[in-house]
């Protein structure tokens, strides 16, 4: 017989698939998906399907480090953080506020959750210690120790910018206005290669053709209304944000491979925040990580259009005999389900 995803353990792939993807892709609680079973007559405690749950991450750990490797190792990466609660144990009834912090390979249609407790960059400094290429956040100041390595090249976000602008709207229509007409023109020209279908070298002539030139005229301008506001009204919030930036926002003229905005690795943070709504908290350190891993393989498959339940009842299958040196061919962008 082949091996059981938990050694003489009653629950077989399909089930355990199934609690997974209803707690991190349905959102559905612990105690939410025990009310569907006793509807049906079957009782299955909190504490059984918590410990199905701690012996299957330490199934997948290996692939979950695979996962990882394989992104680390592409040249680009988008990253971005978000809160999540955790219980603390030494606190009873109070809450310790730790982050997922979520990397994202726009090449390789790949994202990777990691958890740490705190939202020091010492979590991304050490993740990233051999890391080489363009890393692509938002302007939280964590991430500028990162431009200032010599390995890495750090690009901004121009969604991030935009959105200073919209705030200072009802505080200055005409100048914040303006600039939000510039950044359209930017995003147009995005629009007009994924319309056309350009590749890298293309797009990036492309960028270099229709969008350098008015980002220039918009940096020429924003250098004259910085002399002209006051800078602690929202326009000058604005202006605060993108000039000290703005190098790093043009960074993405560099390469045709690169992106625009981080809004990719934003869209992967989602389903973290909807799980926040419905179960509140993790209930250890230990449970965080182990949602960082399921959200980690369910986002990748979501963006390679792999149903997820196939892929985990797939994989829970094939891995307790699966060649370690082999487990690339388990993860969701490899592994072929027909």
Same mark, same amino acid.
């Given at each position: ?18 609690l997974h993807v209803d707690k991190y ?49 592409? =040249? @680009? %990466? &988008?990253? +971005? ?7 603390d144990k030494n606190k009873k009834g109070? !809450?310790?506020? /730790? ?33 080489? =290429? @363009? %890393? &692509?956040? +938002? ?13 890495? !090249?750090?690009? /901004? ?36 290669a994924r319309e056309q279908e350009l ?140």
């Open positions: 017989l082949p091996s059981r995803p938990i050694e003489k353990g009653i629950a077989g792939p399909g089930l355990l698939a199934q892709v349905d959102h559905l609680p612990v105690y939410r998906q025990r009310q569907r079973f006793k509807r049906e007559h079957i009782n299955i405690s909190s504490s059984t399907i918590n410990s199905w749950s701690k012996q299957i991450a330490e199934l997948l750990d290996p692939l979950y480090e695979r996962l990882k490797n394989k992104i680390l190792n592409e =040249g @680009y %990466l &988008q990253v +971005d953080e978000t809160p999540i609660k955790v219980l109070k !809450t310790h506020q /730790g982050y997922h912090w979520v990397y994202y390979s726009p090449m390789r249609g790949a994202v990777f959750f990691d958890y740490q407790q705190g939202r020091s960059r010492e979590g991304p400094k050490k993740l990233l210690k051999d890391f080489t =290429g @363009y %890393l &692509q956040t +938002d302007g939280y100041s964590a991430y500028e120790w990162f431009g200032r390595q010599k390995h890495i !090249t750090l690009l /901004g976000c121009w969604a991030h910018a935009r959105r200073k602008f919209e705030k200072a709207l009802d505080y200055d229509r005409e100048r914040a206005g303006y600039v939000m007409e510039q950044i359209q023109k930017l995003y147009a020209v995005e629009r007009e590749d890298a070298d293309q797009r990036k002539q492309l960028r270099l053709d229709k969008s350098l030139p008015v980002a220039n005229e918009l940096g020429k301008e924003l250098s004259k209304m910085y002399r002209n506001v006051l800078p602690k009204s929202p326009l000058g919030n604005a202006l605060n944000y993108i000039i000290p930036r703005w190098d790093t926002l043009l960074a993405y003229l560099y390469d045709g491979m690169l992106e625009i905005d981080n809004n990719l690795v934003e869209n992967s943070i989602r389903p973290n925040a909807l799980g926040r709504k419905n179960y509140l908290f993790a209930g250890s350190h230990s449970g965080a990580h182990r949602t960082a891993m399921f959200y980690s393989f369910f986002g990748t498959c979501k963006r390679h259009r792999v149903n997820p339940w196939r892929w985990l009842k797939k994989v829970l299958e094939l891995i307790p005999d699966y060649p370690a040196n082999q487990l690339d061919d388990l993860l969701p962008q490899n592994l072929k389900l027909e």
